[in-house]
C-alpha cells in the first residue's frame, strides 16, 4: 500500500513547523514517530498536502524530572519511556502501559505524545494521561497553552490540539509517597490494541486509607476517559479487595461501551469491570510497597 | 511528475545517494531501489514484522517509514548481517535448530533476534518472546525460533560458511 502523494518538509524548529502548518492551513499533518499516521497514510483514509516532520526539530526528545514534575518532549518514543529509569518506580503504570503498546519495533519509532495527540480510543497512553493527571503542553501561533487532560480527549481520534498546533511535551506531577500506579491490558491479539485497558493511580493517607485515586480506561468507549465514578468510591476508604471491586463496578458508568466482532457490549463491560480491579489492586500493593497481587 | 527529494543514507555499511518520493516506504526503497530484496513485506499494516530492518542498530518496521526519514541515518538489512565467509549467529541458529520452514517471515525474525541480541546478549526466555512478539510466523509454532534465537545467545561467535564438496 501506497500513500498518496504529499509534499514533504523537514522543518528544524517549532517555529517553522507551526508556519509550515499555517501555511497549509489545515491540510498538512505533523510527523513524529509516523506509526499512527503513515498506516492511515497507506489506508488513504487520510490525503493530507503536506507532511511537517518534527523528526529534524531538535530539543524534543527528552525525558526530565524538575520543579516536581516530570516532563516527556515530543519525539520521545515509547521505547526510551519504557526504559527510562528514572520513571521505572517513580510511574510504574506508564512504564507498564508504554512496554504493552504494541510490539518492539513499534515502540522504538512510536512516540508518547505522538500517541496522546493522535487519541486513539484503543491506544494505551490516554487510559495513563489520566491516571497521572497529565498537562499537554501546546505551541501555536497564538502563543504557547497548557490543555489539562480533562480537556484533552475530545473524541475518537481526536484531541484539543488545533490544526496548526504542535504537542511539544506532555508533563505529569510526580507521584507522593504512598503512591502506587499500574496498568492493566486485555489486549486483542493480532493488532495489539486494547479491547480494554485501564490505568489506576493510588495515594494512601498515613492511616492507610485512599486519599487520592485516578483512573483512566481506554478500548471501552469511542474516546478513553476517567472512571470518575470509581474513584469517589474509593476516596476515603480502606483499599481492601471488597472496596476495591465494588468501586470497580462503577467503571462503564455513564459511558457508551462498544461492542464490535472482538467483544459484545456486556463482554467488554465485564472485562473493564475485572481490569479495574486488577490495576486498583496492583496500584494499593505498590502505594504499600508490597509485590504484585495475584490477578 | 512528483517532486522527489535527494536523500543519503549508509545500508549495510555503504553510502547510497538517491532520489525519492517523499512518500516512498523505506521497505520499497530497500527492495526496489536498491535491490535489497531479502527485507520482505508481509502484512504491510505494521502487524506481521516481515520488514524489519535496524534504523541506528534499533529494530524498525520498514513498511511504516519513509525512506525520506532515514535519510543521513544508517540502516541494516538481512543482506548485511553475516558476510560472504560468515554466518550471523542467529542465521545459523535458525539453520541449525529449524527455525524456519516457508522463510517468509525468517529475514524479520533474524533482525529482530539480532538486535534482541546486540542489546541483550543473555536474554531469559521470556525477553526472547518479547522481542519476537512484532513478528509474524504461519509456520514454526514459534517454539523452534525461540530455540534458535537461544543457541545464538549461547554462540555469540559469526559462524564460519563449510560449502559442501
Redesign the interface.
Known amino acids: 500500500m501506497i500513500p498518496a502523494a504529499f509534499e514533504y518538509h523537514a522543518p528544524t524548529s517549532v517555529e517553522e513547523a507551526i508556519a509550515l502548518l499555517q501555511r497549509y492551513d489545515g491540510e498538512a499533518k505533523l510527523l513524529a514517530g509516523g506509526h499512527s499516521l503513515l498506516p492511515m497514510l497507506k489506508l488513504r483514509l487520510l490525503q493530507p498536502a503536506a507532511l511537517i516532520d518534527l523528526g529534524r526539530v531538535p530539543g524534543l526528545r527528552y525525558i526530565r524530572r524538575e520543579n516536581g514534575h516530570f516532563t516527556i518532549g515530543a519525539l520521545t518514543t515509547h521505547a526510551e519511556v519504557e526504559t527510562a529509569a528514572p520513571l521505572a518506580a517513580a510511574a510504574r503504570g506508564l512504564v507498564e502501559a508504554e512496554g504493552l503498546v504494541a510490539d518492539v519495533q513499534v515502540r522504538n519509532r512510536g512516540t508518547l505524545c505522538g500517541s496522546l495527540a493522535h487519541a486513539d480510543p484503543a491506544g494505551d497512553p490516554p487510559a495513563v494521561a489520566y491516571a497521572l493527571d497529565c498537562e499537554f503542553h501546546v505551541q501555536g501561533p497564538r502563543g504557547p497553552r497548557v490543555v489539562p487532560v480533562d480537556e484533552w480527549f475530545v473524541d475518537t481520534l481526536q484531541s484539543a490540539l488545533e490544526p496548526d498546533e504542535v504537542l511539544t511535551a506532555v508533563r505529569f506531577p510526580v507521584p507522593p509517597p504512598r503512591t502506587g500506579s499500574a496498568y492493566r491490558k486485555f489486549e486483542q491479539p493480532a493488532s495489539h490494541y486494547a479491547l480494554v485497558g485501564v490505568a489506576a493511580l493510588v495515594t494512601l493517607d498515613e492511616a492507610g486509607a485512599i486519599a487520592r485515586c485516578r483512573v483512566g480506561v481506554t478500548g471501552v468507549g469511542p474516546v478513553a476517559y476517567r472512571a470518575r465514578g470509581v474513584e469517589e468510591a474509593l476516596v476515603g476508604q480502606r483499599p481492601e479487595p471488597a472496596a476495591l471491586a465494588e468501586a470497580a463496578e462503577r467503571v462503564t458508568e455513564g459511558v457508551e461501551v462498544l461492542g464490535d466482532l472482538h467483544a459484545s457490549v456486556p463482554y467488554r463491560s465485564h472485562v473493564a469491570r475485572v481490569y479495574a480491579r486488577r490495576a486498583l489492586a496492583a496500584a494499593v500493593a505498590r502505594a504499600l510497597g508490597q509485590p504484585d497481587p495475584a490477578d | 511528475m512528483?517532486?522527489t527529494?535527494r536523500i543519503t543514507l549508509t545500508v549495510n555499511g555503504e553510502t547510497v545517494t538517491r532520489e525519492v518520493?517523499?512518500?516512498q516506504?523505506l521497505v520499497?526503497f530497500l527492495r526496489d531501489t536498491l535491490g535489497l530484496t531479502g527485507t520482505h513485506v508481509g502484512c504491510?499494516?505494521?502487524?506481521c514484522?516481515a520488514c524489519?530492518v535496524h534504523?541506528n542498530g534499533?529494530?524498525?518496521?520498514s513498511?511504516?517509514?519513509?525512506a525520506?526519514?532515514a535519510?543521513g541515518q544508517a540502516v541494516t538489512t538481512i543482506e548485511g548481517l553475516g558476510s560472504a565467509t560468515h554466518l550471523h549467529p542467529v542465521q545459523e541458529g535458525f539453520r541449525l535448530k529449524h527455525g524456519l520452514q516457508c522463510g517468509y517471515c525468517t529475514p524479520g525474525m533474524i533482525m529482530?533476534a539480532a538486535?534482541?541480541l546486540a542489546h541483550n546478549p543473555h536474554p531469559t526466555e521470556e525477553e526472547i518472546r518479547?522481542?519476537i512478539?512484532?513478528?509474524l510466523c504461519r509456520c514454526t509454532g514459534y517454539i523452534k525460533i525461540i530455540e534458535a534465537i537461544a543457541w545464538a545467545a549461547e554462540h555469540p561467535e559469526p559462524v564460519p560458511i563449510e560449502v559442501q564438496p
Do not use: F
Open positions: 512528483a517532486t527529494q518520493e517523499p512518500r516506504l520499497y504491510d499494516t505494521t502487524q514484522g524489519t534504523l534499533q529494530a524498525v518496521k513498511c511504516t517509514i519513509l525520506v526519514q535519510d529482530s538486535a534482541l518479547r522481542a512478539d512484532g513478528n
